[in-house]
Every structure is written in structure tokens, then in C-alpha cells.
T-cell receptor, first 111, second 115 residues
Framework: KNEVEQSPQNLTAQEGEFITINCSYSVGISALHWLQQHPGGGIVSLFM???GKKKHGRLIATINIQEKHSSLHITASHPRDSAVYICAVLNYGGSQGNLIFGKGTKLSVKP | EPEVTQTPSHQVTQMGQEVILRCVPISNHLYFYWYRQILGQKVEFLVSFYNNEISEKSEIFDDQFSVERPDGSNFTLKIRSTKLEDSAMYFC?????????????FGPGTRLTVL
């Protein structure tokens, strides 16, 4: 049983397209993280959300706690956005750092 | 901007050998973590560390694993007797205070290959 589900698994887009990646989770959470994993393997934290919406540049993350769902949006996508995007949740009541990860969404943006 | 560093970037070892993976967390951070990612699979939590002791560990973190902060800067993960299935990418992370709403900063990872 996967506590964190992401969709789609793979996504190919043309440069400039608006992209949405979805994350659903089945546990009560304290926080949700969106991470970016580069082709070389390194992981970068994009957002940490506990409610509402956050925006950073062309990236927007939203969370609906009642529906146990979060989305990551990329506006005006660019080939450099190509990466694996990972959703990870901190279980409510869990200790700090014990994140539960989704399998990731592999995004490829074509020029 | 401060960052988490890890060495080596790639470690190849023979089955049964001991390996030590090293991490230098961001200097004013208090919580440290190790994660692993087997090729093609999702990232998995191994252990969290605070105030010189393990805060929490997963089922994966069995007796063959240990963590240590030997000095004021390094944070190490030791695997005593490596198995083939230990081959994975190992990520270190740190956070300022370990609070539930803290951002974790990840290192670039060490790719461990067990032959």
C-alpha cells in the first residue's frame, strides 16, 4: 500500500506549456514537501506546505488538507525544468524528518 | 549559500566490507538525516539524529547500520558488512531545528555500489 501516490508517473511537455503534477496521500500529515531530483541524482527542496498555496518564480504549490491532495504547477515550462519531482509527507505525529516519499514524476520538457 | 556536502560521490566496495559515508551538514543546523534510494525506487528514510543520539530510525536501519557525529562538523553513516542489496544512493540532509515545518536541505548523495 502506497501512502503517497503521484500522478502522472511520466510527463512530456513542450517548452512553454503549463504543467501540473499531482500528489495524493492517505495518512494524516503535518507537512508536505515538494522536491526536485536532478538527472545526476541530487535533491533540492522546492516547497514545504502545511496549508494553502506557495509560489516561487514559475512554480506554484497548493495543498488541500481535507482532500489529502497537493499539486505542483510549473508555468511557462522550460527544458531546464526536466527532472523528477517528488512529493513527500511528514506523518502527523511522526518525528521530524521521517518523510514518506512518493515514487516521483519524471518530467521531460522538449524545446 | 550554505549547502550540505557528501563524500565520496561514488563508493565501490566488495560484499562484506565496511563502508563509511560522510556528510557535512549546514553549520548551524541541529537535525541530521540519512535517506537511501535504490535505483529506480523511491527515497526511503533511514535515520534521524539530534543532540548526539538517534531520534528515530526506520526498519531498514538494522544493526549493520550506525551513525555518528565524530566532531563538530561531520555526520557519518557506517555500514558494517555490506550486502549486495545495500547498493543505492545515500542522501544526507539537515534542518535548522527539526521542527515539523522545517525545510530539509539535502546533500548531493553518495552512490554506493556493492559487488
Amino acid at each position: 500500500k502506497n501512502e503517497v501516490e503521484q500522478s502522472p508517473q511520466n510527463l512530456t511537455a513542450q517548452e512553454g506549456e503549463f504543467i501540473t503534477i499531482n500528489c495524493s496521500y492517505s495518512v494524516g500529515i503535518s507537512a508536505l514537501h515538494w522536491l526536485q531530483q536532478h538527472p545526476g541524482g541530487g535533491i533540492v527542496s522546492l516547497f514545504m506546505l502545511s496549508s494553502g498555496k506557495k509560489k516561487h518564480g514559475r512554480l506554484i504549490a497548493t495543498i488541500n488538507i481535507q482532500e489529502k491532495h497537493s499539486s505542483l504547477h510549473i508555468t511557462a515550462s522550460h527544458p531546464r525544468d526536466s527532472a523528477v519531482y517528488i512529493c513527500a509527507v511528514l506523518n502527523y505525529g511522526g518525528s521530524q524528518g521521517n518523510l514518506i516519499f512518493g515514487k516521483g514524476t519524471k518530467l521531460s520538457v522538449k524545446p | 549559500e550554505p549547502e550540505v556536502t557528501q563524500t565520496p560521490s561514488h563508493q565501490v566496495t566488495q560484499m562484506g566490507q565496511e563502508v563509511i559515508l560522510r556528510c557535512v551538514p549546514i553549520s548551524n543546523h541541529l537535525y541530521f538525516y540519512w535517506y537511501r534510494q535504490i535505483l529506480g525506487q523511491k527515497v526511503e528514510f533511514l535515520v534521524s539524529f539530534y543532540n548526539n543520539e538517534i531520534s528515530e530510525k526506520s526498519e531498514i536501519f538494522d544493526d549493520q547500520f550506525s551513525v555518528e557525529r565524530p566532531d563538530g562538523s561531520n555526520f557519518t553513516l557506517k555500514i558494517r558488512s555490506t550486502k549486495l542489496e545495500d547498493s543505492a544512493m545515500y542522501f544526507c540532509a539537515s534542518s535548522p531545528s527539526g521542527g515539523r515545518l522545517d525545510t530539509q536541505y539535502f546533500g548531493p548523495g553518495t552512490r554506493l555500489t556493492v559487488l
